[in-house]
């Protein structure tokens, strides 16, 4: 059972480079959304979708672009690097709806943009 | 701004100590949500609250939904070395399915 998987675990990049954050969930869950985490600020929603097909933003989307062909998979895009996009990087899913049900978070990935 | 307050954002106590965490709103949400992260990992749910009022416990670990639905504390009884970590309270917004954090309080449990 491997709940939500992220990949990779850490990156280096070069300002102005292009990447994607791979993330996908065994759960059949129809809600997944990445969050970013740096210290002293919690973690913060960049975008999040409800379903295959369907995309939002979140509180901080600038700079990121997701799409979700699958209920599996929602990579996460990183157009042009920025050293501000240094940070951990969470992937996290759940069922729709239901108020009580907590979310899945993976493991991280830990980027950093020189 | 954040629209979830934590308190406080770091806490050092000696083992056996009780000690209370709060998270504070002025917006309502339809549920509350405690996690625990250690280094290097992600987030795993500790508790969730729904109710106005509502108290759950966990073992030692006691969760409290406030009755207005704007805030939350966790209260540990007889802390143990174990319970060190990173705390985080996140609500769901009503209406709309999204999950806020609050800053965080990392918490030490000295032997």
């Known amino acids: 059972n491997a709940g939500v998987t992220q990949t990779p675990k850490f990156q280096v990049l070069k300002t102005g480079q292009s990447m994607t954050l791979q993330c996908a969930q065994d759960?059949?869950?129809?809600?997944m959304s990445w969050y970013r985490q740096d210290p002293g600020m919690g973690l913060r929603l960049i975008h999040y979708s409800v379903g295959a097909g369907i995309t939002d933003q979140g509180e901080v989307p600038n700079g990121y672009n997701v799409s979700r062909s699958t209920t599996e998979d929602f990579p996460l895009r990183l157009l042009s690097a920025a050293p501000s996009q240094t940070s951990v990087y969470f992937c996290?899913?759940?069922?729709?709806?239901?108020?009580?049900?907590?979310?899945?978070f993976g493991s991280g990935t830990r980027l950093t943009v020189v | 701004t954040q629209l979830l307050e934590q308190s406080p954002q770091f806490l050092s106590i000696q083992e056996g100590e009780n000690l209370t965490v709060y998270c504070n709103s002025s917006s309502v949400f339809s549920s509350l949500q405690w996690y625990r992260q250690e280094p290097g990992e992600g987030p795993v749910l500790l508790v969730t609250v729904v109710t106005g009022g509502e108290v759950k416990k966990l073992k030692r670990l006691t969760f409290q939904f406030g009755d207005a639905r704007k805030d939350s504390s966790l209260h540990i009884t007889a802390a143990q070395p174990g319970d060190t970590g990173l705390y985080l309270c996140?609500?769901?917004?009503?209406?709309?399915?999204?999950?806020?954090f609050g800053q965080g309080t990392r918490l030490t449990i000295n032997p």
């Open positions: 759960m059949n869950h129809e809600y």
């Open positions: 996140a609500g769901l917004i009503q209406g709309a399915q999204k999950l806020v």
């Open positions: 996290a899913s759940t069922y729709l709806f239901t108020g009580a049900s907590g979310y899945t």
